[in-house]
């Protein structure tokens, strides 16, 4: 069964950090793209930032310079260290990832996989 899952939110006061993992599980024969996304009350879901296998990075222009992503292929994980939080950081952060896996048929199958997704709340 292939599964992403988060953790690692929670409730911060504006100027505080969270670090935010998702680990990938299942029978993976290779994890491609991965990015982290948010959805706030009422916005659309927005691509926060994302990873290539080979560590190239792109950040949306909101959380350049105060949220690192990072992978560690090895462990099948990603991370988003998030520094100087503000309130508006605050929603529900999913993890994505471009995955090839092996079914239960042994046939390489590539998909789209989502996580379900950690509370982040920026208050006072």
């Known amino acids: 069964q292939l599964q992403l899952v988060e953790s690692g939110g929670g409730l911060v006061p504006p100027g505080g950090s969270l670090r935010l993992t998702c680990a990938a599980s299942g029978n993976i024969v290779r994890l491609d793209d991965m990015g982290w996304y948010r959805q706030a009350p009422g916005k659309e879901r927005e691509l926060v930032a994302s990873?290539?296998?080979?560590?190239?990075?792109n950040y949306a222009d909101s959380v350049k310079g105060r949220f690192t992503i990072s992978r560690d292929n090895n462990k099948k994980t990603m991370y988003l260290q998030m520094n100087s939080l503000k309130p508006e950081d605050t929603a529900v952060y999913y993890c994505?990832?471009?995955?090839?896996?092996?079914?239960?048929?042994?046939?390489?199958?590539?998909?789209?996989?989502w996580g379900q997704g950690t509370q982040v709340t920026v208050s006072s």
């Open positions: 990873i290539s296998s080979g560590h190239d990075s």
């Open positions: 994505h990832a471009d995955v090839v896996y092996l079914n239960y048929v042994s046939e390489y199958v590539a998909m789209k996989s």
